[in-house]
């Protein structure tokens, strides 16, 4: 009888997942059928012409969730350790709710605060001293407008923290005091205990949060749109604006008129599900070429 | 887990029980005229307590898909539908749909320039090479000879345009299209455009920000967000040659102008339009009435509101800077309204 | 000896600043969107209908009860169905069809909001010819299941294998066990889960400008379109008026308190649980 009850459940997420999958498929059978593969590797997007392609969004997606993610897990990891095994526990419950609740911020909040405050600080301070100090690097060269790939990922990082310290802070917590007791007692300091007695234990719960934090980063829409710049181009510099596949969905969707280009941005949601698909099995895989075993 | 039941089915409760009497009308289209039609809404509400209208601003897009789906009672939009979608709409609710213009609004060129504190003039000439990417700094002869004394500055021109599909776009390269050959054959004319440069803001208000914030650039907004945030804008160069700024008045001249050859439906673009003191680019906004309405009592709501909306309503305009209709077109709307079936 | 000990308190500084800076950008936020909006938290903001720009007064009383709505909902159905289906992941799943039923959670909470406000537009409101606040809540609810799903997973997953195999010693069968045992035990961060699960909807937008619409007005039932604070806050935040800007901050701020009082009744209600031996500090 539970079996059955949870199979259920289990089968309902699956369908409700093929069903929005089947919905993007057979809504953009037009521009599938006319654009066919080149719409995965064509850099127009002109609505007004009729010709749509998608590698400007997926490059640009793909890039702000990668710094989004390259800030936001060491930040979050360390930060729920820190919370997990050094804070005393009332301070360490009360900062994670609190922390929790920068979940509940509406996007376009998170938006206006990067806008108004993060793209000054950005332009102002923070962009200077890393050009001065890494500017050889191609990612860093080009003229800054405040607007960027890069301003897009540190506020996404901002966004997605929450949920890579609350779920591995409550992980952490989770691994059984015996373990730890026995390292201590072998003779490791609390670091060393950390790293290689708690941190594996807690291996799984942790790329899970990853995943989580991951997948709202792909999806993020507002808060995206009003720091990314809205430029669909390719640029290999991080401070140069770009655009995003949910930004630009958010941005069009609900003045398209016109069949195809409608279906278009449904194409682009698609093609995102479809980098969420590969991105996601990407990271198994490295997860089970690691840890031989642990199924993710 | 009993408790959790209990308190759920509670919640539920009161989220059901709580009910009005009031007809509720819906809804849904342009962002540039929302603040006056919440405007609108609530003096008709507070006029007539039984009858709410509630109208949410998701675009002029979604205001015309929605009621054509018939998901809302009517929409409203910032740029006509073309005949593909009136024609859409007839074939999907058997009958027509009408157009009614309710206010004006203007777009205007609005710029950050250190060290320049007066109004900048701009012919179509210049405002067209600088969208389409030819001119690129600020001390462009075109853009001199229009200003002789001033002093602009050689740094490079930064454009902003709206990311997102608007009214508010299709206004500007409307004019645009009419003052340029060459736009006209390239980016063309649409809600949403393939920009040869520029950074892309969500909306009036990511535009404004942008252009705030961002020394040496120029973009183009809705004439009331210009003066709610205080950026400086400047003249441009009307059919008539007269550089003009954008302000109720000069917006009105520029429906008036039309208001002669005003199609049946209503259906006009005023851009660039004849007369001394017209503000080149202005636009109506549409309320759009499927002409055929099933619920008796919708239907004269509807008719009542536009009755008043043509009469009272225009004197609440200007206060929230929208220019109101000149009296020809108000005239000529109070006839289509018996069109209402 | 002394290499350890430095690389233990570097270490553990470096996290320290982590959190910090965490913390620091949370107080930051927190407090600037109470900055931004203290001017126009009143009582009026509590009890009265939105008003037009210009006028005084006028509140969001509406959105705040629609929020609730939807938001109860959304819980109905995420919860329950992202339980389960965490359960059964965790405590009933072969090797493949846990490999597929994971894949399709990550690749639901993958999807952006706005198309899933695209989807549940196609598939309810469309059919419905109406906006209603139960589209609203169908779409959050949808929103709400892979958090949930992955939650429940981890949480049940943490639960040592001793205290499963005591209670099956004792007798139970193996859901006897599941319920009265390893759930328990799990609680705490399925209570978690949840809450973040839950704080995370309540701040979405997109999805809800396509479901509910939004109302000037108090909205019957779940059958009519309803406000909602996020899209107010939208609506407001996008305008050019001041005095929106102000109440959205506000609106803002007034969310977060509302998130937070329903976190800590949430803890409170299920307190009473299992008290896991906590392995840190």
């Not at chain 1, 820190?82 to 996007?107: C, K, N, Q, Y």
Request: aromatic letters at 10%; one cysteine or more; charged letters at 15%.
């Amino acid at each position: 009888m539970a079996y059955s009850l949870t199979l259920l459940a289990a089968g309902t997420i699956f369908l409700i997942t093929a069903v929005i999958f089947y919905e993007l498929y057979a809504q953009s059978v037009l521009p599938r059928h006319k654009f066919g593969w080149h719409f995965l590797v064509t850099q127009t997007w002109d609505p007004v012409a009729g010709q749509f392609g998608a590698l400007p969004f997926i490059y640009g997606t793909v890039v702000t969730s990668m710094v989004a993610m390259l800030i936001a897990v060491p930040q979050g990891i360390g930060s729920a350790i820190f919370l997990s095994e050094l804070a005393p526990p009332r301070i360490s419950d009360a900062l994670t709710f609190m922390i929790e609740l920068l979940a509940a911020v509406p996007s376009v909040l998170y938006g206006l605060i990067g806008f108004y405050v993060l793209v000054p600080i950005l332009q102002a301070d923070l962009v200077p001293v890393l050009r001065g100090s890494l500017g050889f690097l191609p990612i860093f060269q080009g003229a800054f407008y405040g607007v960027s790939y890069f301003s897009a990922g540190v506020v996404l990082s901002i966004m997605i923290v929450p949920f890579i310290i609350s779920v591995s802070r409550e992980v952490l917590m989770a691994v059984p005091r015996e373990q730890r007791e026995a390292a201590l007692a072998l003779g490791s300091t609390r670091w060393q205990t950390t790293w290689r007695v708690v941190l594996p234990f807690a291996f799984k719960g942790i790329m899970g949060s990853i995943f989580l934090a991951l997948a709202r980063a792909l999806g993020e829409t507002m808060a995206v749109t009003m720091v990314v710049g809205n430029t669909p181009q390719i640029k290999a510099s991080l401070l140069a604006p770009g655009y995003s596949i949910a930004a630009v969905i958010a941005n069009e969707f609900t003045e398209a008129v016109g069949d195809l280009y409608k279906s278009s941005l449904i194409e682009l949601g698609l093609v995102l599900f479809t980098v969420t698909f590969l991105i996601n099995g990407l990271a198994r895989l490295l997860i089970l070429a690691t840890r031989r075993g642990t199924a993710a | 887990m009993r408790k959790i039941l209990a308190l759920v089915s509670i919640l539920f409760a009161i989220g059901v029980s709580v009910s009005t009497a009031a007809v509720l009308i819906n809804g849904a289209g342009a962002t540039f005229p929302n603040p006056m039609y919440s405007k609108w809404f609530f003096e008709y509400n507070k006029l007539h307590p039984d009858v709410q209208i509630n109208y949410q601003s998701l675009g002029s897009g979604a205001g015309i898909q929605q009621v054509t789906e018939g998901t809302v009672d009517f929409g409203a939009t910032d740029g006509p539908m073309n005949d593909d979608q009136i024609k859409a709409f007839r074939d999907k609710r058997g009958a027509g749909v009408l157009h009614f213009p309710t206010v004006l609004g203007g777009v205007v060129p609005s710029y950050n320039l250190p060290g320049v504190t007066g109004e900048l003039n701009f012919t179509p000439e210049a405002l067209a090479g600088i969208f389409l990417g030819k001119i690129t700094k600020w001390n462009d002869p075109e853009l001199a000879k229009a200003n002789p004394g001033v002093k602009l500055p050689t740094s490079d021109l930064l454009v902003v345009h709206r990311s997102d599909g608007s009214g508010t776009t299709y206004v500007w390269v409307d004019f645009l299209c009419k003052v340029s050959p060459e736009w006209k054959k390239g980016p063309g004319l649409g809600t949403a455009i393939n920009w040869p440069v520029g950074l892309g803001g969500k909306g009036n208000d990511g535009v404004s920000g942008l252009i705030k914030q961002t020394p040496y650039s120029i973009g183009y907004v809705e004439l009331i967000y210009a003066v709610q945030n205080k950026l400086p804008y400047g003249k441009v160069r009307n059919s008539s040659g007269s550089f003009v700024k954008a302000d109720l008045a000069s917006v009105t001249a520029a429906a008036n102008g039309a208001a002669q050859n005003m199609p049946d439906d209503f259906r006009v673009s005023i851009t660039n339009g004849p007369g001394k003191d017209v503000y080149p680019i202005a636009s109506f906004t549409w309320l759009l009435i499927p002409e055929k309405i099933q619920d008796a009592g919708k239907k004269k709501i509807i008719t009542d509101f536009l009755t008043w909306m043509l009469n009272d309503g225009q004197n609440l305009t200007e206060a929230l800077t929208y220019a109101k209709l000149p009296k020809a077109v108000v005239a000529k709307e109070l006839k289509a309204i018996s069109k209402i079936q | 000896m002394n290499a350890k000990k430095a690389v233990n308190f570097i270490m553990f500084s470096l996290t320290g600043v982590c959190a910090l800076l965490t913390v620091g950008i949370l107080f930051f936020i927190l407090g600037y969107m109470a900055w931004r909006g203290a001017a126009s938290l009143s009582w009026s903001f509590f009890t009265q209908l939105p008003a037009p720009v210009g006028e005084p007064g006028g509140g969001m009383a509406n959105a705040i009860v629609g929020s609730g709505k939807v938001l109860l909902l959304a819980t109905v159905i995420g919860i329950p169905i992202g339980f389960l289906g965490g359960v059964y992941l965790n405590e009933y799943a072969g090797m493949t069809m846990s490999f597929v039923i994971r894949y399709a959670t990550d690749l639901l909470n993958g999807v952006p909001s706005i198309v899933i406000g695209i989807v549940v537009w196609a598939l309810v409101v469309q059919p419905m010819g109406h906006y209603s606040a139960m589209a609203g809540g169908i779409a959050l609810g949808i929103m709400m299941i892979p958090i949930s799903v992955r939650s429940t997973e981890e949480f049940l997953h943490a639960v040592p294998l001793s205290l499963r195999e005591a209670a099956v010693a004792l007798g139970a069968s193996k859901w006897k066990a599941i319920a009265t045992v390893v759930i328990p035990a799990a609680m705490r961060g399925i209570i978690t889960g949840t809450m973040l699960d839950f704080a995370r909807v309540a701040g979405e937008t997109a999805p809800l400008l396509f479901t509910a619409l939004g109302n000037s007005f108090w909205s019957s039932g779940y059958n009519q379109p309803t406000a909602t604070l996020p899209a107010m806050i939208y609506t407001y935040a996008i305008s050019a008026y001041d005095d929106w800007h102000r109440q959205a901050w506000a609106a803002g701020f007034v969310l977060l308190a509302l998130v937070l009082t329903i976190n800590v009744i949430a803890r409170l209600v299920v307190s009473r649980g299992i008290h896991m031996p906590r392995g840190a500090a």
